[in-house]
């Protein structure tokens, strides 16, 4: 079955240290998205990427960094230059060229990193 | 920059009646897209609908409607026959229809969706 998977869902990490969240597409998607979610403030963009080996800072970058080497993947390091990293974080993707480029997003499960 | 509002942290509705969820938008663009995604207790989001601002016409999917108002910058979601499984978190999205803004959607803070027996 086509679909966006991400790993781990439940993530733990210490201050200090980096982590790494997985998001592989296999539905043949261009662009891929990394979202932040917090309690009371929706989603909020990270980084995106419309072409492989090229991605553009979102709204709240700082303290985060991407790689696109492959077009299905698209993993979010959260650095520990980042200060409140606990949160969800949601990873999508699209068609960006016609005729499917519709504009909607695809989205992962989640996975919910916890600072201890 | 674009900013999309909900002004209705929670609703509420009984079962088999109608709600209506609030969504105002700005934008300076002509040509956008306006989407309703749901996000159950698994936190999956699920798109509900989705409009194109250059048609007139509004949006329909079975038991969810729009009601898109381009120079009100208004677009409301209405849930007829409201069924448990609607309960969810309800999020308003905006997103620019080209360019190199494509696909980066900006959300409302969402509304919450009880529903009742």
């Known amino acids: 079955d086509g679909g966006i998977t991400q790993s781990p869902k439940y993530l733990f990490r210490k201050e200090g240290q980096n982590v790494t969240l997985s998001c592989e597409q296999n539905l043949n998607h261009d662009a891929m998205y990394w979202y932040r979610q917090d309690p009371g403030q929706g989603l909020r963009l990270i980084y995106y990427s419309q072409i492989v080996n090229d991605f553009q800072k979102g709204d709240i970058a700082e303290g985060y960094s991407v790689s696109r080497e492959k077009k299905e993947s698209f993993p979010l390091t959260v650095t520990s230059a980042q200060k409140n990293p606990t949160a969800f974080y949601l990873c999508?993707?699209?068609?960006?060229?016609?005729?499917?480029?519709?504009?909607?997003?695809?989205f992962g499960e989640g996975s919910r990193l916890t600072v201890l | 920059a674009q900013t999309v509002t909900q002004s209705q942290p929670e609703m509420s509705v009984q079962e088999a009646e109608t709600v209506t969820l609030s969504c105002t938008y700005d934008t300076s663009e002509s040509d956008y897209y306006l989407f309703w995604y749901k996000q159950p207790p698994s936190r999956q989001m699920i798109l509900v609908i989705r409009?194109?601002?250059?048609?007139?016409q509004n949006a329909t999917e079975n038991r969810f409607s729009v009601n898109f108002q381009k120079a009100a910058k208004s677009f409301s979601l209405k849930i007829s026959d409201s069924q448990l499984g609607d309960a969810a978190m309800y999020f308003c999205a905006y997103s620019d229809a080209g360019g190199t803004s494509y696909g980066k959607l900006t959300f409302g803070q969402g509304t919450i969706l009880t529903v009742h027996p």
């Open positions: 409009q194109e601002a250059y048609k007139q």
């Open positions: 999508a993707s699209t068609y960006r060229r016609a005729p499917l480029n519709t504009g909607e997003l695809f």
